[in-house]
């Protein structure tokens, strides 16, 4: 199973934090939903269940 532990509306600030679990051997999934012609909608980053603690840690860490 996934667990979404990011929701966003910008595609580079969810891939940033995609790519900080990816250096640390964290599986994660993006899934856009936001409609390209009207610009509305999200960005969810996904993890495993098993790795939510952790990723969110992680992603807590990174914060801008």
């Known amino acids: 199973d996934w667990t979404t532990i990011y929701v966003g509306s910008f595609l580079p600030a969810v891939e ?3 790519s900080v679990l ?3 051997a ?3 999934v993006v899934l856009n ?3 390209s ?5 999200t960005i969810e980053l996904k993890v495993r269940t ?5 990723a969110s ?3 807590e860490d990174t914060e801008v």
């Open 33 to 35: 939903q936001r409609d």
């Open 57 to 59: 840690q992680l992603i």
């Open 16 to 18: 940033l934090r995609r």
């Open 26 to 28: 964290i599986p994660s």
């Open 50 to 54: 098993e790795d939510v603690n952790v």
């Open 22 to 24: 990816e250096k640390h």
């Open 37 to 41: 012609s009207y610009h509305f909608g």
